[in-house]
C-alpha cells in the first residue's frame, strides 16, 4: 500500500521560511515524477513545483526563485524550501507522486495547511 506522510506545515510570518516534507513508502520512489501542490477553498488546485526521475525541476511562476524543490532517493522522501513567504502562499499543500507503467499510477498525500500572516 502506497503511503504518502506530509509534514512541515504551519503559521509563519510574511518573509519567513518553512520546509515541507512528504516521505513515501509502498513505492518504488526513484522511479516517479514528484509533484507538490495547493489548493484554497473555492479555487481548483495549482501545481507550485515538479521534480522528475532525473531531477529537472519546474516551478510556477508565482514562486520562482522563492521556491526550491529537491528529493532524496535515499530517504523515499521530497522536499519543498519555501522562502520569503506571502500571505497569498496560504493554502493547503499536497504531494503527489506519479509513474507510467502500462497506465498512469498517481498517490496523492493528505495534504498540510501553510499559513502566512501579513
Known amino acids: 500500500q502506497v503511503q504518502l506522510e506530509e509534514s512541515g506545515g504551519g503559521l509563519v510570518q510574511a518573509g519567513g521560511s518553512l520546509r515541507l516534507s512528504c516521505a513515501a513508502s509502498?513505492?518504488?520512489?526513484?522511479?516517479?515524477?514528484a509533484g507538490w501542490y495547493r489548493q484554497v477553498p473555492g479555487k481548483q488546485r495549482e501545481l507550485v513545483a515538479a521534480i522528475t526521475t532525473g531531477g529537472v525541476t519546474n516551478y510556477a511562476d508565482s514562486v520562482k526563485g522563492r521556491f526550491t524543490i529537491s528529493r532524496d532517493n535515499a530517504k523515499n522522501t521530497v522536499y519543498l524550501q519555501m522562502n520569503i513567504l506571502k500571505p497569498e502562499d496560504t493554502a493547503v499543500y499536497y504531494c503527489?507522486?506519479?509513474?507510467?507503467?502500462?497506465?498512469?499510477?498517481?498517490?496523492w498525500g493528505q495534504g498540510t495547511q501553510v499559513t502566512v500572516s501579513s
Open positions: 509502498g513505492i518504488i520512489f526513484r522511479i516517479t515524477r
Open positions: 503527489k507522486l506519479d509513474y507510467a507503467s502500462g497506465k498512469l499510477y498517481e498517490y
